[in-house]
């Protein structure tokens, strides 16, 4: 503890955890008004105003991505500094040009996609030269990563792997979903359709294997025990899901005209993932039986943590049914895919670094009083149950709605009487996961607007950080 | 794990990724079918320039407000199509294509449905459009059921029931609108819903409201026929779904 001020590496942690959690506000308020346009009055009357969701879509998409890796990258840099000390002036330098590069992506997307101004593709709806700022401010990070980690990288545990993989392979995918600018890509809209499944399939699973990475390097510091990220069984999962992320897109394209072995390897790699249900399967049956109970009375992390284990057992089944190809013809492209998308995004990988923030504010907020008053309230326990209880609901929707209109597509039947009604439990529940998640942040807030004034508190208390969070515990 | 285990495990996920890659790039069934046409791309680049991804999908791939569209061009007529591209749809907003743009996009839409199906379907499933032909046979009024061809009315109106857009049966709008109540709704849509306002001058509105009390006075059989091919599809298993492309 250095009395109330952040060392340089932890006001660099506190600036990306900031901008993720600002990328989750901003995605969650254009989240809440696509969900709103979903219902036809409101729908059409945005319409009317110029408020469309061709401009909201990729908005809410992009912010959603960005919130997913910059809370990993705001992980990955808390390990740089605590394992290999602060922040040398050349590490500065390349934050703060990393971090201004993504700022300019970020205003620019804000400001160019309500104007029109746009790909007019999916995940990176964004015109190019956006991408080339984000995939500089990228270059920049990989070389801060590997410069610390390359000496002695075959003795590193399993997490720094997970990051190195993620790291190249968003760089690599990333660059893969412009392929579209090439022509001979462009003028072939199979190849296109191709390459973009491919590409974001595989950008997806750069970001997962940035946030286990997160999960495991947590784990690994709250148990003290570093056998977990060094253990054989660790390390063939880690190459079990690696395997899967570069062909697990293909099962995106059992439909369109691509050569079947393709699309076998993809079906045989997917079950696969079997082996890393059962290890799911047995984690939380652990969790079920109590075996592993957290200390304190209520622990944000662990719940979190637990949470995600329940949602990663479901959803990995989930998973696995959409790859056998008769049930994927029969779901493909429905509410189905687009249930598994939100809930893998928001269940597994927002619970997990939600779960890994609140260990790194833990951290720096050791006091247990703060902790109790701010982190572990029994407001924030409210708050997550009610995430939980949204989220629970709008997958459920969307499993079913999306079910029923495969069946009825398929026998070319119009859909039933009652999925008239679609829009508005998905925008009631939509609307519940968005309120929830806001509300958690909120009750956050003091810590993460006002750190140095909680730090002097831990020092001497300031009257106005103990009335606001004397608000937030009565709240 | 071991250094070299580990080294191992690098080398034979690099190789996997590498050989992975190098099938998707080098796969010729994507390139069977010639280019875009000039006019195709151009309509390519506008699908993406108003950025039609965002609600609706093509082969799957996109969002989920509007219908899949890599077959529209067979479930659509080119003037049903047309007047969509005009005037918008319910939510769908109105684009403000010139004839050429308009054009464009179609035959952008024709090229991506030669080039495979978006959608499974049961390999009994008939087209409503196909389906209301032979269950009109020659005692339909021919210009009203030309007309409601032309403009796709089955696409959305299906007897039996509300369709995926609420619209509802036609076979029943005489006796619930009344003949006046019905060319109203033709001449003027329904604002607030999807029911567009179609420009048909009073020749069209004659020939539409004789052909609906055609169908409305035949109502009965139509329907039960809808019926009985609906329940012919409905018998299926999980074993005929198709495995790779539909």
Not at chain 1, 150 to 157: E, T
Not at chain 1, 425 to 453: I, K, N, T
Not at chain 1, 457 to 464: D, I, N, R, V
Not at chain 2, 14 to 25: E, K
Request: glycine residues 8%; charged residues 15%.
């Amino acid at each position: 503890m250095h009395g109330g001020r952040l060392d340089d590496g932890e006001r660099i942690v506190f600036t990306l955890m900031r901008s993720a959690l600002g990328c989750v506000v901003l995605s969650l308020s254009l989240g809440a008004f696509a969900a709103l346009y979903y219902l036809p009055a409101i729908g059409e009357t945005m319409a009317a105003a110029g408020v469309s969701l061709v401009q909201l879509r990729p908005l809410h998409t992009t912010f959603a991505s960005a919130w997913i890796f910059l809370g990993a990258v705001t992980v990955v840099s808390r390990f740089l500094f605590a394992s290999f000390g602060p922040p040398g002036d050349g590490d500065k330098l390349r934050f703060k040009a990393q971090l201004v590069c993504w700022g300019l992506a970020g205003l620019g997307v804000l400001v160019t996609l309500p104007l029109g101004i746009t790909s007019g593709r999916e995940y990176l709806g964004f015109h190019p030269v956006f991408s080339l700022l984000i995939y500089v401010g990228w270059l920049l990070f990989a070389w801060t990563f590997f410069s610390k980690v390359w000496r002695g990288f075959w003795q590193r545990p399993v997490y720094v792997y997970m990051w190195s993989a993620g790291i190249l392979f968003f760089l690599y995918t990333f660059a893969e979903g412009h392929a579209y600018l090439l022509p001979g890509v462009r003028d072939q809209p199979v190849v296109d359709l191709q390459i973009q499944f491919k590409s974001c399939g595989s950008l997806v699973a750069s970001f997962n294997q940035m946030v286990y990475g997160c999960l495991i390097y947590i784990a690994e510091r709250i148990t003290r025990d570093k056998r977990i990220a060094q253990s054989r069984i660790t390390f063939s999962l880690f190459g079990i899901g690696l395997l899967n992320s570069f062909t697990n897109s293909a099962h995106h394209t059992y439909h369109i005209p691509q050569d079947h072995f393709i699309k076998w390897v993809a079906f045989v790699v997917s079950m696969l993932e079997i082996i890393i249900l059962v290890e799911v399967f047995k984690e939380v049956s652990k969790l079920l039986s109590g075996e592993r109970k957290s200390s304190l009375d209520f622990n944000v992390t662990a719940r979190f943590v637990h949470l995600s284990k329940c949602w990663n057992l479901f959803l990995l089944t989930l998973a696995l049914l959409i790859s056998v190809p008769p049930l994927n013809a029969l779901i493909h492209g429905t509410h189905v895919v687009m249930g598994h998308a939100m809930g893998s995004e928001i269940a597994i990988d927002s619970y997990l670094l939600l779960a890994a923030f609140a260990y790194l504010l833990a951290e720096m907020f050791p006091k247990r009083e703060t902790l109790r008053a701010v982190l572990h309230s029994d407001a924030v326990a409210r708050a997550i149950g009610g995430l939980n209880i949204g989220l629970v609901g709008l997958v459920s929707w969307l499993l079913i709605a999306g079910l029923t209109t495969g069946v009825s597509r398929y026998l070319g039947q119009s859909a039933p009487a009652w999925l008239d009604d679609f829009p508005y439990p998905f925008a009631v529940f939509g609307l519940a996961v968005g309120w929830y998640l806001a509300r958690l942040l909120w009750l956050w807030s003091p810590l993460l607007l006002r750190p140095e004034q909680h730090r002097q508190w831990y020092g001497s208390p300031s009257t106005t950080v103990v009335s606001r969070t004397a608000d937030v515990s009565s709240s | 794990m071991s250094p070299s285990a580990r080294k191992l495990l690098i080398a034979v996920l690099v190789c996997a990724f590498c050989l992975q890659t190098w099938m998707v790039y080098a796969d010729p069934a994507g390139r069977t079918e010639p280019p875009l046409s000039p006019a195709g791309a151009r309509g390519r680049a506008l699908w993406h320039d108003h950025n039609c991804q965002s609600c609706h999908q093509l082969f799957g791939f996109g969002g989920f407000l509007g219908p899949d569209l890599t077959n529209v061009v067979e479930r659509l007529s080119e003037a049903r199509l047309e007047h969509i591209l005009t005037l918008g749809s319910g939510q769908m907003p109105p684009f403000d294509l010139d004839p050429d743009a308009r054009a464009d996009l179609t035959c952008f839409l024709e090229e991506m449905s030669a080039r495979g199906r978006g959608q499974a379907r049961h390999a009994e499933w008939q087209p409503p459009g196909e389906l209301l032909v032979q269950v009109a046979g020659d005692d339909a009024p021919a210009s009203g059921l030309a007309l409601a061809l032309a403009q796709s009315c089955v696409a959305c109106h299906l007897p039996n029931h509300a369709s995926d857009y609420g619209a509802p049966d036609l076979t029943t709008a005489i006796t619930r609108l009344g003949p006046q109540g019905v060319r109203d709704v033709l001449a003027a849509g329904i604002p607030g819903t999807p029911m567009p306002r179609f420009g048909f001058s009073e020749d069209d509105l004659d020939a539409l409201t004789d052909f609906l009390t055609w169908l409305d006075r035949n109502g009965e059989s139509i329907r039960h026929t809808f019926e009985v091919t609906r329940h012919s599809e409905g018998d299926w298993s999980i074993l005929d779904l198709p495995w790779w492309e539909y």
